[in-house]
């Protein structure tokens, strides 16, 4: 898929959807004591950014970037609109991503890209953190990309981030009773240093 053909398939599916539905992923929202009292936060691959705004009201210097033009525009906007000040960039991560020692957390959520986990590793600073949550393939609903290659193997999530000190990690999969508890997606938190 080329650049051009990635980001307007994303524009699409944003064109017709409304920020108000918007929230954090659990890996943050269930982990806000993790996050340091002042530092610089990035969302990436924010989509409407979710995120972003709970960083940004944590106290943190918050970015966030996505491919798509049209998600960036309406986090503007809901987040001018309510004074919540986040560092706005359409940016193709995979191309452009984060620079060495730029940023004291990073949260990844429902963004697959195997290439990208090292430069993320590298952009973290020294005691700096990563809060990732992705799709597994061991699901037990149909949310989540269709294409297995965007899916999380068992574990793997463990081994991409295998450099880095592991905090928390979570993974289900099709354990027990599978209409309660965190299904069809792991977390992980990892600090650098
Ligand atoms: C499933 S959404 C997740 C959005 C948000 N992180 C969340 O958890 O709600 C995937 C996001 O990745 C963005 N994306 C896909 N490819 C990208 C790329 N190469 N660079 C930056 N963002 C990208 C899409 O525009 C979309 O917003």
Redesign the pocket.
């Known amino acids: 898929m080329t650049l051009q053909t990635?980001a307007d398939k994303?524009n699409k599916i944003?064109e017709g959807s409304e920020h108000d539905a918007?929230h954090a992923?659990k890996v943050l929202e269930e982990n806000l004591h993790l996050l340091p009292i002042s530092g610089n936060a990035l969302?990436?691959?924010?989509?409407?950014g979710?995120?972003a705004i709970l960083l940004a009201q944590q106290g943190l210097e918050t970015s966030a970037?996505?491919?798509?033009r049209i998600?960036i525009d309406k986090l503007q906007a809901y987040s001018e609109n309510l004074s919540i000040p986040i560092q706005l960039e359409a940016?193709?991560?995979?191309?452009t991503p984060p620079t060495a020692n730029s940023f004291d957390i990073i949260v990844?959520?429902?963004?697959l890209?195997r290439t990208l986990i090292p430069h993320l590793i590298d952009a973290l600073r020294e005691g700096g953190l990563i809060f990732y949550?992705a799709f597994i393939k061991d699901k037990t609903g149909d949310t989540g990309p269709k294409n297995p290659d965007y899916r999380l193997a068992e574990n793997e999530l463990l081994s991409l981030f295998q450099a880095l000190q592991i905090i928390c990690y979570r993974e289900e999969g099709t354990v027990g009773d599978l209409k309660r508890g965190f299904r069809n997606e792991a977390m992980l938190i990892a600090r650098k240093g």
């Open positions: 990635k994303w944003y918007v992923a969302d990436l691959a924010c989509g409407l979710g995120n970037w996505d491919i798509s998600a940016r193709d991560v995979t191309v990844v959520t429902r963004f890209d949550q």
